[in-house]
């Protein structure tokens, strides 16, 4: 009886598994970190520097990941070893993913003015009420900072002007109420004239709030708006963006 031979051993024996179990923990533990620093710091579980902290040091374990990721599919693919070689890409994808989002912001931040606080009538802005004494227990001011955040803004976001509806005033107060709603924004006051709101971002849950203020005029309604983040130095163009954003849904709206 002749006896069977054994099995060849797959070449480059365990290496490229061992490479890419690794790169798949360093991934799982880069998403943990990247991903969970906003619910932590949302939850109350670390403080915002802590949370920033976890933040970076995820995105450095997100390209330790990718690196090993590249060495497993150098690996895998001289050694024909396909499942390795895939799982090299799928890591080296994700990892790249994972740090997408923080470059974008960190580069908005490197373009956006170090202002928080933009409103489209900076000689006479919105003031806030009923969220006053919520911002009094932020770091970031209740009043208009001034000329000199005025300034930045006019540089920065020439196009942050005020929108004029040929409406009756119910009719503008009635859609900016909705299109505030449609934005996701969590109403705190709405008069005749003014409507206050706080928008909550989804990652970190940091809190911007908005007032809207209504004014007649010869040519209509004058609706003009101010959005300001409750901490930060630099809202990365966040209030600028949402302003453009609610004076297009409301323009749709009333359209």
Known sequence: ???HSASPRP???????????????????????????????????????EAFHLLRNGIFVALGAGAVG??????????????????????MAASIGMMAVPWLHWQQAQQAP?????????????AFEALAEAR???????????????????EAYPEIQPLVLDLPLDSVL????????????????VTDTTIEATATTTWFGFQDDVVIRLTETAEGVRVDVRS????????????????????????????
Request: glycine share 8%; net charge positive.
């Open 1 to 3: 009886m002749t006896p």
């Open 11 to 49: 070449r480059g024996g365990k290496w490229p598994p061992a490479l890419a179990w690794l790169a798949l923990l360093l991934l799982a533990v880069a998403a943990l970190m990247v991903i969970g620093a906003g619910p932590a710091y949302r939850q109350g579980l670390l403080p915002l520097g």
């Open 70 to 91: 590249l060495a497993t599919l150098i690996t895998a693919a001289a050694c024909r070893r396909r499942i390795a070689a895939l799982t090299g890409v799928v890591v």
């Open 114 to 126: 170090p202002i928080h606080d933009i409103t489209t009538d900076t000689e006479n802005p919105p």
């Open 136 to 154: 009094e227990a932020a770091p970031n001011a209740v009043a208009y900072p001034g000329e000199a955040t005025a300034r930045q803004q006019r």
């Open 174 to 189: 009635s859609a900016a109420e909705a299109a505030a709603l449609d934005q996701g924004w969590t109403l705190a006051s």
């Open 228 to 255: 300001a983040s409750r901490v930060g130095r630099s809202d990365m163009g966040a209030n600028a963006a949402r302003i453009v954003a609610y004076q297009d849904a409301l323009a749709a709206r009333v359209e």
